[in-house]
């Protein structure tokens, strides 16, 4: 699908940093301009009855490559796409608290190597299977406590807590839950011209840097007792929302600078503030290991931001969603939007002083409170007063409004030359759950169209 823009100044800036012209000739203009390009996909599981449809047997897809994008460094017509944790559904009926069914719970999270070729079609190149620094597959079973976990219970589809030991009952001691300190829910995706990434996900928030391979080189996350870590994010980035952590990760045309944005506002100091706009960005240069932070003001109340990308040291392409279908509501918020960290508030630069005060656990406090409780309280204008200003933003592109994305999940970019981006939805899996089972995930009223990770194209011209 196409989306046409007047940006100029956008396709200016993208150009000097991509090092691409106009005129190159690029596999994408033959996408589909009214369905996009569905992404390849095998079948892991169809031995589930589809709780939308009964008479049905559920697929399961290895599909999942959605949950961000990124340029192939040096090839134009080939991006990297990221899998989450694996194929999962929300269950709130165990006995051991609520928590997650995975119906495949060795599933490794992986990058994917995409190519669009002449005619429009998407094909997987290669597959990088994540793995521990020893070569160990990962999986994206949660992490214990004090390293990301918020206590999320990983079942069976039949509703048993996943042990350790499979073939025995769950006990504390004994044969506890299968947790997994290396697993990943991934949700940002950087690749570097030297072959390695680094990946955002939404347990630690961690940012971990991985070879060519897929084996883990380093680890970036909140928790200095972590001896896996060589830098640490600000505190206040544990207490992330559960299932909202580091959605997206971008990296500066340099390759000096990772710059990450959470999904939404996080839970500090605790849930009472989670229907709010405000949402935080953190910078991490990698050549002197300093941090700077920024706030983003959503347009609406728990929206995501699910992606981002580098167009200078400074200006940055930001998803901001909602989460519902286009089938559901007409009003379904897809925006892309223009975000410049130039003219904002650095909050790690700001000294303490006797009403705003850098505390260890909770960041920036004013007056004793989080900049989520003085927002929830008094609102944006409380920060101004304090000479506390957010990133500029302005809009690039409205999917739903220009070309009827039908898809709930736009999670991915693929800047792809000064005029021309790509688009990426998470398929999920193909799966969804309903009333804590799992089901297909459909796209239609009517149950027909299942969900697919697709490639949609926006002109930027």
Same mark, same amino acid.
């Given at each position: 699908m196409i989306v046409k823009k007047g940006l100029p100044t956008l396709a200016m800036a993208l150009l000097f940093n991509t090092g691409l012209t106009c005129a190159e000739a690029l596999n994408v203009s033959h996408v589909d301009s009214q369905n996009g390009a569905p992404l390849p996909y095998q079948v892991l599981r169809n031995d589930i009855t589809d709780h939308a449809k009964p008479e049905h047997m559920l697929e399961i897809r290895n599909g999942g490559f959605g949950s961000d994008m990124t340029a192939h460094p040096t090839n134009k017509n080939q991006f990297y796409a990221l899998t989450d944790r694996g194929p999962n559904a929300t269950y709130k009926q165990g006995e051991h608290g609520k928590g997650k069914i995975f119906p495949t719970p060795d599933y490794t999270p992986r990058i994917g190597l995409f190519e669009v070729n002449a005619t429009g079609k998407v094909t997987l190149v290669r597959t990088i299977l994540l793995k521990q620094p020893d070569g160990?597959?990962?999986?994206?079973?949660?992490?214990?406590?004090?390293?990301?976990?918020?206590?999320?219970?990983?079942?069976?589809?039949?509703?048993?807590?996943?042990? %350790?030991?499979?073939?025995?009952?769950?006990?504390?001691? =004994?044969?506890? +839950? #299968?947790?997994?300190?290396? *697993?990943?829910?991934g949700e940002g995706l950087v690749a570097l011209k030297d072959g390695t990434f680094w990946v955002s996900d939404e347990y630690g928030p961690h940012i971990v840097h991985f070879d060519s391979d897929g084996v883990e080189l380093s680890r970036i996350n909140p928790f200095?007792?972590?001896?896996r870590t060589t830098l640490n994010l600000p505190a206040e980035f544990a207490n992330r929302r559960p299932?909202?952590?580091?959605?997206?990760?971008?990296?500066?045309?340099?390759?000096?600078?990772?710059?990450?944005?959470?999904?939404?506002?996080?839970?500090?100091?605790?849930?009472? %503030?989670?229907?709010?706009?405000?949402?935080?960005?953190? =910078?991490?240069? +990698? #050549?002197?290991?300093?941090? *700077?932070?920024?706030?983003?003001?959503?347009?609406?109340a728990q929206n995501a931001n699910s992606g981002i990308v580098a167009l200078s040291a400074n200006e940055f392409l930001v998803i901001e969603r909602d989460g519902a279908f286009l089938r559901d509501?007409?009003?379904?918020?897809?925006?892309?939007?223009?975000?410049?960290?130039?003219?904002?508030?650095?909050?790690?630069?700001?000294?303490?002083?006797?009403?705003?005060?850098?505390?260890?656990?909770?960041?920036?406090?004013?007056?004793?409170k989080t900049l989520e409780q003085v927002v929830m309280a008094q609102g944006w204008d409380a920060l101004a007063s304090h000479q506390i200003t957010p990133v500029s933003k302005s809009l690039v592109a409205d999917l739903v409004k220009e070309?009827?994305?039908p898809h709930d999940k736009l999670e991915g970019m693929w800047l792809i030359n000064p005029t021309t981006l790509g688009v990426l939805n998470d398929d999920d899996f193909a799966t969804w759950s309903s009333d804590?089972?799992?089901?297909?995930?459909?796209l239609d009223k009517d149950n027909k169209v299942i969900d697919a990770s697709t490639l949609y194209i926006i002109d930027l011209k």
């Open positions: 160990t597959p990962i999986t994206g079973l949660p992490n214990r406590s004090g390293l990301g976990g918020t206590g999320e219970t990983p079942y069976d589809t039949k509703g048993q807590p996943i042990t %350790v030991n499979a073939d025995k009952p769950f006990d504390a001691k =004994t044969n506890p +839950l #299968k947790l997994d300190d290396f *697993g990943l829910d200095p007792k972590d001896k299932n909202r952590g580091m959605e997206g990760l971008a990296i500066t045309p340099d390759e000096s600078t990772l710059v990450g944005i959470m999904q939404s506002t996080m839970h500090n100091p605790d849930k009472k %503030v989670k229907d709010l706009n405000l949402v935080r960005l953190v =910078t991490v240069n +990698l #050549k002197t290991g300093e941090i *700077g932070q920024y706030l983003y003001q959503q347009e609406k509501d007409p009003n379904a918020m897809k925006h892309i939007y223009r975000i410049n960290l130039a003219k904002a508030t650095n909050l790690e630069a700001i000294k303490s002083g006797d009403t705003l005060v850098q505390d260890e656990k909770l960041g920036l406090t004013i007056a004793g070309v009827k994305y804590g089972k799992l089901a297909q995930k459909y």
